[in-house]
């Protein structure tokens, strides 16, 4: 019989193999949106076992223990590492067609080539292999890189936050760059004072910029933006629920910062205003220095007040919003447009309804800059599965250019999430490979296959600007041998 993920895993015609492994397989990876912590890569952790590389801050883990009636305390609680293994050993059997059943079975295989299925009989033998495994030198961070040849990978990080873990691995003359991306949503926070005062404190001690007012503060935004291009960032981020596009004046926008400043919160209406014009002003910042921007837009965080207040945000407790999206995005790319500043643009759907929103409204702002200026990002968080996948890519293939698409990124907190990229690679392939062998799409390997090796890496690499590394093929040691 052959093993659960074997060499043709999700490929369901002989074309989607051949594109497959012909084009997509050895692509080099660009992982352009990621949460992994630069400290982690700078100092080339070595994970103690297979709980803190693999369960440590994995939401998608909780929510399924949760589901299946696991306490909490085996979730984000004081249970051992062990313990909380073993707890979702238990639960994977219960995930059979939940995108996690996919991901750990590729994940065990891919890090510590282990092809049992998890349940609670194989889980002593997997903790033990897997540990075993994680105490040699090919899974340290930085081998964990070169293994699945990533060439680049941006961190997340708040314009306080420090650069220096990004230096220290990018003096180093390893095969990847670690960059930063620029994500200032602290600074839209005028209607929490509670929150924005304490990050202003912190930002001001980041640049040694006095930030006391909006002139100041928009100085130090300026300032660490440089900065972050310095480093070699070439991208800003936003988490909204959606555009704001009601700026109002400067002079308006500097009162209602005083306010929060003195404790006031703003009121709904002053925060869309503010937002909108703090908005504006970091679409300015992005496309004078060539950056790309991205807009994460639509999720309802927080939704459950006792969570909370115990366990703290972003524990998964959050789901799909069903805000309007369409008239708030067009306005914003509009306003960017009509100044003459709107950056390259990559924006991210959280609600499959909205699928055919988003990937219209990017259709009405491509100009002859650079192809694909605005992009429909990859299936994200609860979309970043199978459905969601082929959804994004058949969406964008019927309102846009697939061809010109940038691809897959991991957005993932976890040093096991590279396998995601093999995951959209064969959901690419099959789809393409199945179009072929229906005579859809012309059977015609080179043409095909020239789209795949684009969307896989080339894309990306053109698109976004990123400096890569001199070419420094992985080592051969590091390299996963390739079990079917
Ligand atoms: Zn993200």
């Not at 093929?473 to 390739?482: F, G, I, N, R, T």
Request: hydrophobic content about 35%.
């Amino acid at each position: 019989m052959l093993n659960f993920i074997h060499n043709n895993f999700l490929l369901h015609s002989a074309a989607a193999e051949r594109l497959y492994h012909r084009y997509a397989e050895s692509q080099p990876i660009i992982d352009y949106h990621s949460h992994l912590p630069a400290k982690d890569l700078a100092g080339n952790r070595r994970f103690g076992n297979l709980s803190e590389i693999w369960l440590d801050g994995d939401h998608y883990k909780w929510r399924a223990m949760r589901a299946n009636g696991v306490s909490e305390n085996f979730c984000t609680g004081v249970a051992s590492p062990k313990e909380k293994f073993l707890a979702w050993a238990r639960t994977v059997p219960h995930t059979l067609r939940n995108p996690l059943y996919h991901w750990t079975h590729l994940e065990l295989k891919r890090y510590f080539g282990i092809d049992d299925l998890l349940n609670q009989q194989t889980a002593e033998s997997v903790w033990d292999r897997a540990n075993q495994r994680l105490q040699s030198d090919d899974l340290t961070t930085h081998n964990i890189l070169c293994r699945f040849c990533v060439r680049v990978v941006c961190t997340t990080d708040d314009p306080a936050d420090s650069l220096e873990h990004h230096m220290l691995v990018n003096s180093q003359n390893l095969g990847f760059r670690m960059f930063p991306t620029f994500r200032p949503d602290k600074a839209l926070l005028v209607d929490q004072p509670d929150r924005l005062n304490p990050w202003l404190k912190q930002l001001q001690t980041t640049c040694n910029i006095d930030v006391s007012d909006l002139t100041r503060l928009l100085h130090a935004l300026d300032h660490r933006h440089q900065q972050f291009h310095e480093a070699g960032g070439r991208l800003s981020d936003h988490g909204l629920p959606h555009c704001y596009a009601n700026p109002c004046s400067e002079k308006q926008a500097s009162e209602i910062f005083a306010n929060a400043r003195a404790g006031r919160a703003a009121s709904p209406d002053e925060h869309e205003a503010f937002a909108s014009f703090m908005m504006l002003y970091f679409g300015h910042l992005d496309f004078k220095r060539g950056w790309t921007k991205q807009l994460h837009l639509g999720p309802l965080r927080s939704t459950n007040t006792r969570k909370l207040h115990e366990i703290g945000p972003d524990t998964g407790f959050d789901s799909i919003g069903d805000f309007p999206q369409a008239a708030a995005l067009c306005a914003y790319l509009d306003l960017l447009e009509s100044e003459g500043a709107l950056p390259r643009t990559i924006v991210y759907n959280n609600n499959p309804a909205d699928n055919y929103v988003f990937a219209t409204a990017i259709g009405n702002f491509q100009d002859e800059a650079v192809a694909g200026k605005i992009q429909f990002g990859s299936g994200w968080w609860f979309l970043d599965q199978k459905e969601g996948i082929e959804s994004q890519l058949n969406v964008l293939s019927n309102a846009g250019l697939l061809s010109r698409f940038i691809g897959m990124v991991t957005d993932s907190r976890s040093f096991m999430s590279f396998p995601r990229h093999e995951y959209f690679r064969r959901v690419l392939c099959n789809l393409l490979g199945n179009d072929m062998e229906r005579g859809e799409l012309p059977n015609d390997e080179a043409l095909i296959g020239a789209m795949v090796q684009r969307i896989c890496f080339q894309n990306a690499r053109d698109y976004l600007g990123l400096e890569l590394p001199q070419e420094a093929p992985c080592p051969d040691s590091a390299v996963a041998p390739l079990n079917s």
